[in-house]
């Protein structure tokens, strides 16, 4: 058993983590602002777990409260989810994105290092990707991301490889997410969008729901199946697992490693649409609408690396994905006055 603080553990795909970590024997410290999330999905949490995590409210970019929490509290390593992730706003708001997301890490990093914790996985994503050479993403592409979002990535990743360079005793797992969808099996946890819905998946369960009234498909003459564009979605408990595998590889080595998470294969959006349909039993109402600006045809990740450096691969498929995405909707409908 191991001691991890896990900050943004009450986000979407933080609080997945914290229940297969728990799940997994290891003793949780949840940290974050509640600038996304709310306290109350530890309850949850503790509903599946049998367990409740340890909680602080801190924001990552306060040292003083950093310094406090690692001279009150051991932890063997940091799993880092919290940072801010609608590129859109990171468009109209760099500094924030750069304050929030680059100086936040720095000083969680800074505090880590002070406190002699040089284990971290970080949250990174596939948007630091550029022009990809082919559509199956490999680790060593070029990265040359479009959006102060996908910067802020690329900057943390590079700040830790220094940092790793600088300090042979680090142990940094850079973890790339493709398309994170689904929730906890159970319906209790999932992700719970604010604002503007972006999102293939969060979108489709609000119109299977009623809450919308169609979904647009963002262009149906692209080179790919079907014309509709075309992902790597990754089931969120898969996505999960994937931060105990890269917690069990650094175990064995120091320095950095950079892997994908992805399935390896794609689904286009009329798939998805499909299977959604499949799983809340009714079609899912959409019309076909112009291309998105900016998005691409198609891309998936080549999770080779994954498996070979973590010993990791996806289990979860489409069916998962939609059913249980399904199945928190229909929790999230009938709690709403928990989630306000
Ligand atoms: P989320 O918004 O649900 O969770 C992020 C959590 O971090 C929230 O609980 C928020 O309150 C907290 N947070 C934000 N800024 C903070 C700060 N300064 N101090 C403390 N807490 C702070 O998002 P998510 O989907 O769970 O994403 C988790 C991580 O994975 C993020 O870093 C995100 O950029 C990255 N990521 C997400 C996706 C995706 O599609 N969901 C894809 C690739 C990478
Ligand atoms: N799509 C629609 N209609 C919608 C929403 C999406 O047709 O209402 C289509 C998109 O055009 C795309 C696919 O569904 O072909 C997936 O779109 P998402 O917005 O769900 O996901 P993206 O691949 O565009 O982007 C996601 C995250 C980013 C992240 C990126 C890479 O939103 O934050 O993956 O990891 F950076």
């Not at 801010?84 to 936040?104: I, Q, R």
């Not at 797992?173 to 946890?189: D, E, M, Q, T, W």
């Not at 919308?212 to 509709?228: A, C, M, Q, R």
């Amino acid at each position: 058993m191991r001691r991890i603080l896990v900050t943004g553990g009450t986000g979407y795909i933080g609080s997945h983590a914290v229940v297969e970590l728990m799940a997994a024997g290891h003793d949780v410290f949840v940290a974050d602002n509640l600038c996304n999330s709310k306290l109350s999905v530890l309850d949850r949490v503790a509903r599946i777990s049998g367990r409740r995590p340890e909680f602080a409210q801190i924001d990552i970019r306060d040292r003083g409260a950093l310094r406090k929490l690692f001279a009150a509290q051991s932890f063997d390593a940091v799993i880092h989810f919290a940072g801010l992730k609608a590129v859109g706003e990171s468009v109209a708001k760099p500094l924030l994105y750069f304050d929030n997301n680059v100086s936040g890490s720095v000083a969680l990093f800074e505090c880590m290092q002070e406190a002699g914790i040089k284990t971290v996985v970080f949250s990174s994503s596939a948007t630091v990707y550029g022009e990809p050479p082919s559509v199956q993403f490999r680790e060593d592409f070029p990265t040359a991301p479009v959006n102060p979002y996908g910067r802020s990535k690329l900057m943390v990743e590079d700040v830790l490889r220094d940092v790793a360079k600088g300090d042979s005793e680090w142990r940094v797992a850079l973890l790339r997410y493709f398309n994170p969808v689904g929730a906890h099996p159970s319906g209790l946890i999932g992700e719970d969008p604010n604002g503007v819905l972006n999102n293939l998946m969060p979108y489709m369960a609000q119109v299977a729901s009623g809450k919308l009234k169609e979904l647009s498909v963002f262009g149906n003459d692209y080179p790919t199946i079907d014309g509709t564009g075309v992902r790597d979605y990754i089931h969120v408990v898969d996505l999960a697992r994937g931060h105990l595998a890269a917690l069990s590889a650094l175990g064995k080595q120091t320095g950095v490693l950079t892997v994908n998470l992805g399935a390896g294969r794609g689904y286009s959006v009329l798939e998805m649409v499909n299977a959604f349909s499949e799983a809340c039993g009714k079609p899912v109402p959409y019309r076909i609408a112009g291309r998105r600006p900016g998005d691409l045809a198609e891309y998936f990740a080549d999770p080779s690396l994954a498996h070979q450096l973590l010993g990791w691969r996806t289990q979860l498929g489409i069916d998962a994905m939609c059913g249980d995405t399904w199945r928190w909707q229909q929790w999230a409908a009938a709690n709403a006055a928990e989630l306000a």
